[in-house]
DNA sequence: TTGTAAGCGTTATCAA
DNA sequence: TTGATAACGCTTACAA
């Protein structure tokens, strides 16, 4: 049986209360008195018990990160920063994992675990804005990605739009005309609705025809999911020059499917993707992507959920950040040693 | 405000106490009472606070996994594992990264977070058995992987000598002479120590010589260490005709390396890995790996971790069980339509 | 600057 | 089968 405060106190010959004060770095205190303290501490190996300060004070120090899996990339790697900023305030992060799945989706927000936490990070999949009312009923929320609930809980956003006109623009200026847009196609996701529509908007510009044999459906965003995609457009004959994964994690299966099938990369078709993650690194060829400031998007996740914790009546609108992003040029759309053909 | 228990019971005519029962499904129950206690649920929107339960209970129903970081494949994907098997026991998992550092280490298994768990899966990095003392005091802990630990609390193996004669074996079957030993080296954690002699062990039941050129050092075991560590060696001049990656990150980066230098996977080198993670699947050529049962690992380390916290008292030795393996066969070390000249 | 005492919402003891 | 009541260990008015 561990030593409580009132033991710390006894034998400090304090009270509670100036136990307490000293745990929650209240001031004034005799250079004395805190000495005692510490001492009587050492003495009896005391640590604060946690789950009592929660309990007294409404609140426990944690917040959960909901992300639909943690074997892909992009999540682990979100999940490690998220994690790490947080603990510079002092926070513990809960990672609840959804596997994109409606349901899951809803337990992590409002189940058993929503009194075990202060806030959360949400990255949706699966849950719409006909799910607003069940969002959380004002849990503290920054939601990761999706624009779909905007106005009725914080966003870090991703300019998706203009990250895959961004893109696709890149591909035609390498000079590739038949663009395979992966992970695009019905039902989608708002997110791929929107890489869609940036992409076609790219195509548009360069006065090309947006071809719909060229817009792919994947059942989700894996790398089997896109190897699978880009399998089957081979299969059918579809002839493209290039692919627009919308995610790294297809572009990575679509590539692979590719030199499997002895084309090379970007000999014959230029691969490029979304999220910069440390796969696209080392993928042979390594793979351009685009890099959506996941650094920036955790921190700023976490900031922004910090002051909706502490100012829960801040009524006035919710926030909508929007990371930066950038082009990152490798080698699956400009070999090594080309001269970049770029205007 | 939410609902408390009060509440319920004052709404449905009963004590507390009965409400209590019912939510820790104590059996004995008039049916008229049940439904009266749901009713009084639902209507108010009652939930259980886990808070408080765990105030009064002394513990937490979390436990927490300590591994080096999730933006690796391997724990990431062991992560995945280890929550879904803790759900099915009714537990939540609090997901610690340490980066491998020592004092993060002590710190996940004796900080701060200490008192908001019941017990932790523990892959430790940086601690050796001259932390044994600090090993969490009392804390139920099963220890993955390292065995430097064995008979100071439960653990769960890799047999790492084992797979590591399998996997230079597989080398050898296939006419390798010259095996790069890619994660040896001082000072080298334990396991790599195991994984170094069942190479050597291999290579001297072939009739093989060691040559300490072959065995090599790396800073860390991630893509970026594997791939510079290879790249020493080539510019070395030192020859080799496969790479043994003490895990898949390593195998990956050399991989990724040699086809970087024009060299061809598995005609020149052949490359084999540990883990079965994800991204050997995905890497091209597919890269050979041991896959060392990531899901019994994870299955068998919940079950003995909730034995444990059950009964702490069982102070007649702690169990060690070895996970099972098993050589996955891919291109790096035989490529596709090339018969098998295994005898 | 420090002390007293009343909760926070459960569960456990014991009795009925 | 159910009820009254005392903890669990901390924080926080309020008092001194």
New interface residues.
């Given amino acids: 049986m561990?030593a409580t405060m009132h033991d710390v106190a006894a034998l400090a010959r304090v009270s509670v209360k100036t136990v307490s004060n000293y745990f929650n770095g209240y001031p004034y205190m005799r250079a004395e008195t805190r000495a005692r303290i510490e001492r009587a501490v050492d003495e009896l190996g005391y640590?604060?018990?946690?789950?009592?300060r929660?309990?007294r004070r409404g609140s426990?120090g944690m917040i959960s990160l909901i992300v639909p899996?943690?074997?892909q990339?992009y999540f682990?790697?979100l999940?490690?920063e998220v994690?790490d900023v947080a603990a510079t305030f002092g926070l513990?992060?809960?990672?609840e994992?959804t596997s994109g799945d409606r349901d899951r989706e809803l337990e992590a927000l409002s189940g058993?675990?929503?009194?075990?936490i202060d806030g959360a990070i949400f990255d949706p999949l699966a849950l719409g804005p006909s799910d607003a009312p069940q969002l959380g009923g004002g849990l503290p929320l920054v939601i990761l990605g999706e624009r779909q609930f905007e106005g009725l809980a914080d966003h870090v956003l991703i300019a998706d739009e203009e990250v895959a006109h961004r893109a696709v623009s890149h591909l035609v200026e390498i000079g590739r005309r038949r663009i395979l847009l992966l992970g695009a196609g019905s039902p989608g996701t708002h997110t791929a609705i929107l890489r869609r529509r940036g992409s076609e908007a790219a195509l548009a510009e360069a006065g090309l025809p947006v071809d719909g044999d060229l817009v792919v459906s994947t059942d989700g965003w894996t790398?089997d999911a896109g190897?699978a995609a880009t399998a089957r457009a081979l299969d059918d004959g579809r002839r493209f020059d290039a692919v627009f994964g919308f995610n790294d994690a297809l572009a990575?299966?679509a590539?692979?499917v590719l030199?499997?099938r002895g084309l090379a990369v970007p000999g014959d078709v230029a691969v490029i993707g979304v999220d910069d993650t440390?796969?696209a690194r080392?993928?042979?060829p390594t793979l351009t992507t685009m890099s959506p400031g996941r650094a920036q998007i955790a921190r700023r996740a976490v900031e922004l959920l910090v002051s909706r914790i502490r100012e829960p009546e801040t009524e006035n609108g919710f926030a909508s950040v929007t990371a930066d992003f950038e082009l990152i040029v490798r080698d699956s759309t400009v070999a090594p040693g080309t001269l970049n053909s770029t205007p």
Avoid: K, M, Y
Wanted: charged share 20%.
């Fill in positions: 561990p640590r604060l018990n946690v789950t009592a929660s309990l426990t899996e943690l074997d990339a682990a790697e999940a490690q994690i513990t992060v809960l990672v994992t058993l675990h929503r009194q075990l790398r190897a990575l299966g590539q692979w030199l499997e440390r796969d080392f993928a042979h």
